[in-house]
């Protein structure tokens, strides 16, 4: 019996053990599967971004690539917001994403993450920033070169070695033995990668005397330097092409491509591997991203003032100069309450103008001004008349309230026109406030707002605005125009100040409407597909009771246009 009992045991732990095999095998075959899925079929963005989000390094960068692949320039926005996600590894994922796109200017966006608080991320950001060959961030890859853990060090050796700044070279040099023998071989082909005469024969040495080895350590150094070396070797070597061959295809280079594809021609390289290997280089690795002009938050401003009179000068067209202007803030950081009265102020020393943060509202504000005014300091001065009452920068003056100011200031002042009622007819609903000072006393919001304001500059009384249900919006969606504000409406007491939680703006781009706006949810200026974006508010938790429309007037007659009142 103890016997059978021993068998059973054995038997059951097998089976276990099977179980464990099998469940690897599923799951093997499930990465494989979703991996196949994303380099063979066009995904939408969203479903890209969710992959980003929430994928190992490895899948997010073989999803980075599909976005690559399929050159679609709207999901860098949403990924700048990554970056400012609390999730590590969200911030990995956006880092990651960054270099395997291309978008050399979007290096700015990675240089504060050199020094992230997760290892992860640091490292995803040191490989991009060496992709992208950022020589601003040099200092900061030395540094860590210099101090960071070997992981670290390597990875931004190979950085440098990307890059190809002198000054790294030259610092280098510098290294003490201890530091140099903390990274062993790395030290020395980030000297050669960067010109050291010396290191390179040593190089040339290495290869004759050991050639496999040699090739092993070069194929996964991705500079130039190496790369030449590795192409350089091709034809001298003809029992190691096929080796050699493979270490090409490590490094990013058009040139190797078709000269991999013509030796394939020539049957000098096996079969499986030019249907194999060289296709899934030239499919995953060689596409680039169409070029994506620089984001304002990225631009000197004395260059946003040159573009902005250059603008203005070859886009006549107001709607379409809206249009060019917030596509050029597409990707900026989202901050809430991002303006106020500048350092001086006594409430809010927040800036009273800012292209590198905003808000859906001073998104709205700065583009506005900028679509009005082609000289930028006098942008910034008619933001101050869209956001304050008569252009009087204090706080007590703002238009803080959307739906009791912000917008019955707008259609009184002529800056837009409410189109809702065009819109909805006879589904048009309304809402309707009575407004006391219990209104603000009765909320914690509302108690901030009375103590910065006081009694004297509440806004009160009766108010009343209409709105769209969210169905009925969606199935007007592709009836509303680039310059359509939309705000959004959440249930709310008939006393309560506050109705409005977000707004945006309709813009068209390949005969397709879109919400373009400053969101929280995504930390990011991003674009979504107009109809989704109404759809979704059907699924919050706090159930969105539809959306207010507003025109803006992108033609202002001269007495509007003026900087003061």
Not at 204 to 216: I, Y
Request: charged share 25%; aromatic share 8%.
């Amino acid at each position: 019996m103890q016997r059978e009992g021993v068998e059973r045991s054995r038997l059951s732990a097998g089976m276990r053990g099977l179980g464990a095999v099998c469940v690897l095998c599923v799951l093997c075959v499930l990465l494989w599967g979703w991996e196949a899925e994303a380099n063979t079929r066009s995904l939408s963005l969203m479903r890209l971004v969710y992959r980003i989000r929430s994928s190992s390094a490895g899948f997010q960068r073989a999803t980075a690539r599909q976005i690559r692949r399929q050159g679609d320039v709207r999901a860098w926005p949403v990924l700048a917001g990554l970056l400012n996600m609390p999730e590590a590894s969200m911030r990995r994922g956006a880092a990651i994403a960054f270099g395997e796109m291309g978008i050399g200017w979007t290096a700015v966006l990675l240089r504060p993450f050199v020094k992230d608080a997760d290892v992860e991320v640091r490292l995803a950001a040191i490989r991009s920033l060496g992709m992208l060959r950022d020589s601003g961030a040099v200092s900061a890859i030395l540094e860590v070169a210099a101090q960071g853990s070997r992981a670290e060090a390597v990875l931004a050796l190979a950085a440098l070695s990307e890059i190809g700044e002198q000054q790294a070279r030259q610092a280098l040099e510098g290294w003490t033995p201890a530091l140099q023998s903390r990274v062993g071989m790395a030290y020395s082909l980030a000297l050669a990668s960067l010109g050291h005469t010396g290191r390179q024969a040593r190089w040339e040495g290495f290869w004759k005397r050991s050639p496999q080895k040699a090739l092993s350590h070069l194929m996964r150094w991705r500079s130039r330097w190496a790369s030449a070396f590795l192409f350089a070797r091709f034809q001298d070597t003809p029992a190691m092409r096929l080796a050699i061959a493979k270490g090409l295809l490590q490094h990013k280079d058009r040139k190797h491509s078709r000269f991999l594809e013509d030796e394939c021609e020539k049957k000098a390289l096996p079969s499986d591997f030019c249907e194999g290997s060289l296709r899934r280089y030239q499919a995953e690795i060689l596409p680039k991203m169409p070029d994506v002009p620089p984001s304002l938050f990225a631009m000197k401003q004395s260059d946003i003032a040159v573009w902005l009179e250059e603008l203005h000068k070859r886009q006549t067209e107001p709607a379409e100069r809206f249009v060019a202007i917030t596509q050029r803030m597409l990707g900026t950081k989202y901050v809430f309450d991002a303006l106020g009265e500048g350092p001086t102020g006594r409430v809010d020393k927040d800036p009273i103008f800012s292209l590198e943060k905003m808000d859906c509202v001073t998104f709205l504000e700065q583009a506005m001004a900028m679509t009005q005014h082609p000289r930028l300091r006098d942008a910034v001065a008619f933001t101050q008349r869209l956001r304050y009452v008569g252009g009087q920068i204090a706080y007590e003056k703002r238009k803080h309230f959307p739906m009791l100011q912000w917008i019955p200031m707008m259609i009184r002042e002529g800056f837009v026109e409410d189109i809702t009622r065009k819109h909805g007819g006879e589904q048009t609903r309304f809402v309707t406030k009575q407004i006391t000072l219990q209104s603000y006393q009765s909320s914690r919001e509302g108690r901030m707002m009375l103590e910065r304001l006081g009694v004297a500059n509440l806004v009160m009384g009766r108010h009343r605005l209409p709105y769209l249900p969210l169905e009925v919006a969606v199935r007007q969606a592709h009836k509303m125009r680039t310059g359509t504000i939309i705000s959004v409406l959440v249930p709310m007491p008939s006393t309560s100040p506050f109705q409005i939680v977000h707004q945006g703006v309709v813009v068209w781009i390949n005969g397709k409407p879109y919400m373009r706006h400053a969101t929280k949810v995504w930390n990011s200026v991003m674009d979504m597909p107009l109809v989704e974006y109404l759809q979704s508010l059907r699924r919050y938790r706090k159930p969105r009771l539809g959306v207010h429309l507003l025109q803006i007037r992108m033609a202002l007659p001269p007495h509007l246009s003026r900087i003061s009142p």
